[in-house]
């Protein structure tokens, strides 16, 4: 059997150093950046959500955004929640946050105008994040639920824009109860969940 030379064996050597290095950048990356989407069905009920008591009564229409700042689902929903604030601010709707308790972080300079509440009764019963509820003039919850179906969250895909523009018009919405499928994460911890 003839030994084969040495530039052979040398580029098989290099060809399979390549191989491996690739293939670890690759795991490396799928570690690091790629999210498996979960596709597991959400139910969102706003039964026990009010308002604090602050905010509460008649007045403008307010949007409550729920997220987890561990959370990778809130990346998909940033830039649109920006764009309802751009949108929909001018027009007199106010925007709040609630982050989930426990946690730390803070959301993008680009989503500042929204203020922080430190609670909002009921929230201790969202199934999962992130999620938005929407009270209307009245100061009745009109939805509770996600911002979309899916693993990402824009204009054409959104449950919001439409329940804000019915809201705008003064026609009445009552969506409190939502099963989704998308990229959400608890809401609760494990060990407190009921």
Not at 20 to 30: C, H, K, P, R
Not at 76 to 92: D, F, I, K, S, T
Not at 175 to 189: F, I, L, R
Request: hydrophobic content about 40%; glycine content about 8%.
């Amino acid at each position: 059997m003839p030994v084969p030379p040495f530039k052979t064996l040398l580029a098989c050597l290099l060809t399979l150093i390549c191989a491996v290095g690739l293939w670890t950048a690759y795991d490396w990356f799928q570690g690091r950046y790629i999210r498996a989407f979960s596709d597991q069905a959400a139910l969102f009920s706003g039964d026990v959500l009010s308002l604090p008591a602050e905010l509460s009564g008649p007045g403008a229409i307010r949007v409550v955004h729920f997220w987890d700042p561990a959370c990778p689902c809130n990346v998909g929903n940033q830039q649109h929640l920006g764009e309802l604030l751009a949108h929909y601010a001018p027009q007199g709707v106010e925007f709040y946050s609630l982050q989930k308790p426990g946690t730390h972080g803070q959301l993008p300079a680009t989503l500042g105008a929204i203020k922080a509440l430190a609670s909002l009764p009921g929230a201790e019963h969202v199934s999962a994040s992130p999620a938005v509820a929407i009270w209307d003039r009245s100061g009745q919850l009109a939805y509770f639920g996600p911002y979309s179906e899916g693993a990402t969250c824009n204009a054409s895909n959104s449950f919001i824009e439409p329940i804000l523009q019915a809201l705008s018009e003064g026609r009445p919405v009552k969506a409190t109860h939502t099963m989704a499928v998308g990229c959400y994460c608890s809401w609760q911890d494990k060990s407190t969940a009921h």
